[in-house]
């Protein structure tokens, strides 16, 4: 069975800083590609970052490059979304999202609000 764990999310003020982990089980992560998204109250869901399964590549949306950085600690089993710089318009619930074999599966999400 796969599970993911998204943890790291909070309050804090424009500027500031987090770091969003997912921790997986029933899978390997170096595996397969992670990805991030978030989606904010009356909003479509929105790719944030992605990372291939060989850590060769990342992709970042627009309004987060520069900003933000995925990683995976493939030790821990886990992907991470360092988030610096951050805006009232990041506030969002952040899901960790990968797919294996056809199959979706997303984390329950954690919520991010940032403060004016």
């Known amino acids: 069975q796969v599970t993911l764990v998204e943890s790291g999310g909070g309050l804090v003020q424009a500027g500031g800083s987090l770091r969003l982990s997912c921790a997986a089980s029933?899978?390997?992560?170096?595996?397969?590609?992670g990805r991030w998204y978030r989606q904010a109250p009356g909003k479509e869901r929105e790719l944030v970052a992605s990372?291939?399964?060989?850590?060769?590549?990342?992709y970042y949306g627009d309004s987060v490059k520069g900003r933000f950085t995925i990683s995976r600690d493939n030790a821990k089993n886990t992907v991470y979304l360092q988030m610096n710089s951050l805006k009232p318009e990041d506030a969002a619930i952040y899901f960790c999202?990968?797919?294996?074999?056809?199959?979706?599966?997303w984390g329950q999400g954690t919520q991010v609000t940032v403060s004016s």
């Open positions: 990372i291939s399964g060989n850590n060769v590549w990342t």
């Open positions: 999202y990968v797919a294996v074999g056809g199959l979706d599966y």
């Open positions: 029933g899978l390997t992560v170096s595996s397969y590609a």
